[in-house]
């Protein structure tokens, strides 16, 4: 009944839209079955809560949701130009002057050093988990795995935010540059609606178009797009070693003074918002499913287009910021008006051009990334399953790329870039904060093999390392000019990592790849994201705060219930006595009997 009959009539009908495609859970066949489950959510949360998922589970049971198999066509050479593909974009040809004239003058290029650090720490993260969990679910399956249900609920509402957000500011952007390439100001292809706020009254057509063609691209061929991606890269790169090239030509160094003229505040307050620049990464580690060879592909693919995009981007900040003062950038299209302002009018063409390629084939990755997270999402019934379908012939998940990016089309009709780039950073940065600490669990914590007492040497650790480093980033915030704080705050997390690297024992050694350096490296991955949260502006948080709200709301009258039953329903849940599923606290699982509606508390996928 309920999962299962939904589950067989998908496998029936295709590509339908009934409501067992979107509400097949036996919490949703009646009305009365509705309310006795709103009844036993205490119940089903503390249960969704204290479950977490296993390896083998992700790997097979819950990919086998989606009926068809996506096609194993990448190489780790396919990573790389996905990976280039999906990070040099807006972030650098629009936030670089943006940040620049605003935040950080031409200290910016040591913004991107702080973001691309952290990003760089991130990756090494994210590549461990895709090496030994290769699934299209990414980070949301990294922390179902380690950090339970609920976690990895909160953790896929942000990373949805991330990709839409991330593919409207891109979009916006691409109508910029395409107004330079047509000879027009950047704002000239916009409507200007008077009557709306200014952050959300300047409506953009182009985006939406541009939108719906990357979405043609991405249903069609994963395949496809990597060739499509691969061409378009090469055309970037070179256009990328242009500007860089020019920009040196037209160097004045008299430009570069003064260095920094925000201060170090500006700097880090920059590198917040730079962040944005180095998302793409993430969309790259939901592709390791279509991997031939995810242990040798996963690693040099993410590590080695991270390391050429840090690389690249500080070239192009510094190149920008000796053509032109920092207070002369144009923040639209700064590159491009840069060129024309040392006289290579000819060149802006040439710039608008390039950016329009690059921001094109990170819609493009983008749209492939989003759209295997909501999928994998979806496997789990979390979101209606419908969206968990992959086509027969193209082997791509069709229903969740369109949902996706028309979610991305309307918010790119509205919304200003300044509105998005900051509310992207804040989620992705709190993504890349989790996945360090599911690394540190999954390292130091096994269910039967790690003892009691490391166990609460575990949690006491990473709750100082997360309290410390949450004290910093607020003393920064709240302190203009202070330091005392950081003399309590630093050696606080120094102690509380040096304690987990000598005092408890890893439970788990990788099998196929390992991040380097652990704890060390994780702890740093999550202090360096929480410092740069720490930097971002309070109306962006408060956005952020309504957003979390509705997915809860939503999770606490759909998600959870779905899942639940989900759970209670599967083929492996059914082997969960045998220890086929595994509790965050040993001894955490609930006895039937205490089931409000005398349903099983076994947990489940």
């Known amino acids: 009944m309920g999962v299962n009959d939904g589950d067989e009539g998908l496998r029936r009908r295709g590509c339908s839209c009934t409501k067992n495609d979107f509400l097949p859970e036996e919490s949703f066949q009646s009305w009365g079955n509705y309310v006795q489950a709103l009844k036993a959510t205490p119940f089903r949360l503390k249960d969704r809560v204290l479950t977490r998922s296993l390896d083998t589970t992700e790997i097979h049971e819950i990919k086998a949701r989606s009926e068809h198999e996506m096609k194993k066509t990448l190489t780790w050479w396919d990573l790389i130009w996905f990976g280039i593909g999906a990070v040099i974009g807006a972030g650098i040809f629009v936030l670089t002057g943006q940040e620049a004239r605003q935040e950080a003058g031409p200290a910016v290029v040591l913004s991107f050093v702080v973001s691309g650090l952290s990003a760089m720490l991130s990756v090494f993260c994210y590549t461990e988990f895709a090496v030994e969990i290769p699934v299209a679910g990414g980070s949301f399956a990294y922390l179902r795995v380690e950090l339970g249900d609920f976690v990895a ?268 780039s900051n509310l992207l950073s804040i989620s992705t940065l709190f993504i890349f904060m989790l996945v360090a600490v599911a690394l540190l669990v999954r ?56 304690y987990l690297a000598v005092f408890v024992p890893q439970a788990r050694a990788p099998k196929l790849w390992g991040v380097p350096l652990v704890p060390w490296l994780p702890s740093a991955s999550i202090a360096i994201n929480i410092f740069l949260l720490g930097s971002i502006d309070r109306a962006s948080f408060a956005r952020f705060g309504v957003w979390t709200v509705i997915l809860l709301l939503y999770y606490i009258f759909f998600g959870l219930h779905a899942s639940y039953d989900t759970a209670k329903a599967s083929a492996e849940n059914d082997r969960a006595a045998g220890g086929t599923w595994k509790q965050m606290e040993e001894g955490g699982a609930i006895s039937s009997a205490t089931d409000p509606n005398n349903t099983s508390a076994n947990p489940g996928a």
């Open 443 to 498: 390292r130091y914590y096994v269910s039967g093999v790690t003892t009691t007492a490391n166990q609460v040497k575990l949690i006491v650790c990473i709750l100082l390392i997360l309290i410390s480093s949450i004290a910093t980033a607020a003393y920064w915030g709240l302190s203009k000019h202070g330091w005392i704080g950081y003399c309590i705050t630093v050696p606080i997390w120094f102690l509380g990592t040096l």
């Open 153 to 420: 609920f909160v953790a896929a509402g942000n990373i949805l935010l991330e990709y839409v957000i991330g593919g409207a500011a891109v979009a916006r952007s691409w109508t910029s540059y395409f107004a330079t390439l047509c000879n027009k100001q950047p704002e000239d292809f916009r409507i200007i609606v008077h009557s709306m706020p200014e952050d959300y009254g300047q409506l953009d057509p182009i985006a939406v178009g541009v939108s719906a063609v990357i979405c043609i691209l991405a249903v069609v061929s994963t395949k496809g797009s990597s060739r499509f991606n691969y061409i378009a890269s090469i055309i970037h790169v070179v256009v990328i070693l242009f500007i860089i090239i020019g920009g040196f030509a037209n160097a004045d160094t008299k430009n570069y003074k003064p260095f920094a003229p925000f201060g170090t505040r500006g700097v880090f307050k920059a590198s917040a918002v730079l962040f944005f620049a180095y998302i793409g990464f993430d969309a790259v580690s939901t592709m390791a499913e279509e991997t031939k060879n995810p242990a040798k592909d996963i690693p040099i693919g993410l590590v080695g287009s991270m390391a050429v995009t840090t690389l690249a981007y500080c070239l192009l900040a510094i190149a920008l910021c000796l053509m032109q003062p920092y207070y002369a950038i144009n923040i639209d299209a700064p590159f491009s008006v840069a060129f024309e302002a040392v006289g290579w009018d000819w060149a802006k063409y040439v710039v608008a051009f390039g950016a329009l390629k690059g921001m094109t084939t990170v819609l493009l990755v983008s749209a492939v990334g989003q759209a295997r997270y909501l999928t994998h999402i979806a496997r789990t019934h979390m979101m209606p399953p419908w969206l968990a379908q992959v086509h027969r012939k193209t082997g791509t998940p069709v229903n969740a790329t369109i949902v996706m990016l028309t979610a991305t089309a309307i918010i790119a009709f509205f919304t200003k870039l300044n509105v998005l």
